[in-house]
C-alpha cells in the first residue's frame, strides 16, 4: 500500500508544479508588412479617415459645444430625430456618443450611427411644436 501513495503524492506534486506562474511570460507581435489602402473612385471620402488623423494635425479648437448637447440629451433622454445623409430618419434617445459615433436606442433596439453619415438631428418634440404652429 505505501508504494500507491507515493505514486499518487508525486502526481499531486508535478500538477500543482505546471498550474504555478512564475511570470516570465513574454508578449509577443508579429511584424506585418505595412497594407497599402486601396480607394474606391466613387466613394472619395472614408468615414474613418478622420478617427486616423493624429491629434498633432492641426486640429481646430473646439468649444465643446456638442459634447455639451449631447450630455444634455443624454441626461435628460430627449427623444430625438436623426436625419442620416440619404434622407432615412431615426427616432430614438441617445445613450452614448465619442469623437466618431452616436448609439441610440430606437425601440427595443441599440444602433451605433456614424457621425459622418449625419445630416442633421433635433428634438423630436421641436417638430411637434414646429407643426401645431404651423397649422
Keep these: 500500500m505505501p508504494v500507491k501513495r507515493a505514486k ?5 506534486a508535478t500538477r500543482a508544479d505546471d498550474n504555478t506562474f ?3 511570460r513574454k508578449l509577443v507581435r508579429p ?3 505595412p497594407v497599402e489602402r486601396r480607394r474606391d473612385p466613387v466613394h472619395t471620402e472614408d ?6 488623423i493624429s491629434d498633432t494635425h492641426g486640429t481646430p479648437e473646439s468649444s465643446h459645444a456638442e459634447a455639451f448637447y449631447f450630455q444634455k440629451q443624454m441626461q435628460q433622454q430627449t427623444e430625438m430625430t436623426v436625419v442620416l445623409e440619404d434622407g432615412e430618419q431615426l427616432h430614438g434617445i441617445i445613450q452614448w456618443y465619442d469623437r466618431c459615433t452616436v448609439k441610440m436606442r430606437v425601440g427595443r433596439t441599440r444602433i451605433l450611427v456614424y457621425k459622418a453619415s449625419i445630416k442633421y438631428l433635433y ?10 404652429v404651423m397649422k
Aim: charge should be neutral; avoid cysteine; hydrophobic fraction near 30%.
Design 31 to 33: 511584424q506585418l508588412p
Design 8 to 12: 499518487m503524492e508525486s502526481r499531486t
Design 22 to 24: 512564475n511570470g516570465t
Design 47 to 52: 468615414p474613418l479617415t478622420h478617427a486616423m
Design 123 to 132: 428634438k423630436t418634440s421641436d417638430a411637434h411644436a414646429a407643426n401645431s
